[in-house]
């Protein structure tokens, strides 16, 4: 923001410092958000768990081929102890996961409140 004088070095450190402590990102759904965050939980070096409001806004075509869909995939493949996708329309989600060869015969649970 204009009104603030940390350098962007400043700032990844920072939240590097905090995901040392346990700390939480909350992050906008843009490909450099997510770039961002990428970087300081590769800079923490920490376990994370990755957990998505919305989440059918984060598959827009079939082959991820946006750069915001890349982003996503490169977070996930980061290894989240645990992925969390929430949505209240969840069909976009369930075709792409399930649809993946590397769900089948693992852990997916489907609830619906």
Known sequence: SKYDDTTPKEKENKVSQALKHGGTIVIADTHAQ???TIAALVKSGNDFVLIVDE???????????????????????????????????????????????????????????
């Open 34 to 36: 997510i770039n961002k």
């Open 55 to 113: 989440a059918d806004d984060f598959y827009h075509t079939e082959g991820n081929t946006q750069a915001f869909e890349k982003k996503f995939k490169q977070l996930k493949n980061m290894g989240p102890l645990m992925t969390a996708l929430f949505s209240a329309t969840p069909t976009p989600i369930f075709i792409h996961e399930l649809m993946k060869s590397t769900h089948r015969g693992k852990n997916f649970i489907y609830l619906e409140l």
